[in-house]
């Protein structure tokens, strides 16, 4: 919602803070998001990409779609 406006004064600071507080709870989709918005917004990117390869790896934590979701992701923005 912060990441966005949706419902609340739009804040991408608060909204980084709320997924990094899920991301330590190893929610599948907070790293997604979370890699999502740092590399929309040109933030830390190899944060990003790690929290992508993380993802990748929770095989059975993560949905099917959300890996492959993040493997295209990742192959987007690693370096060629």
């Given at each position: 919602?912060?990441?966005?406006g949706?419902?609340?004064?739009?804040?991408?600071?608060?909204?980084?803070?709320?997924?990094?507080?899920?991301?330590?709870e190893?929610?599948?989709?907070?790293?997604?998001?979370?890699?999502?918005?740092?590399?929309?917004?040109?933030?830390?990117?190899?944060e990003?990409?790690?929290?992508?390869?993380?993802?990748?790896?929770?095989?059975?934590?993560?949905?099917?779609?959300?890996?492959?979701?993040a493997?295209?992701?990742?192959?987007?923005?690693?370096?060629?």
């Amino acid at each position: 919602c912060y990441a966005h406006g949706k419902g609340v004064d739009e804040s991408l600071e608060k909204a980084i803070l709320l997924y990094r507080r899920a991301v330590q709870e190893n929610y599948p989709l907070a790293l997604y998001g979370l890699a999502k918005l740092l590399l929309a917004h040109n933030r830390d990117k190899q944060e990003a990409l790690a929290l992508l390869k993380r993802l990748i790896e929770m095989e059975d934590k993560a949905p099917q779609e959300l890996r492959e979701a993040a493997k295209a992701t990742l192959k987007d923005h690693e370096p060629k």
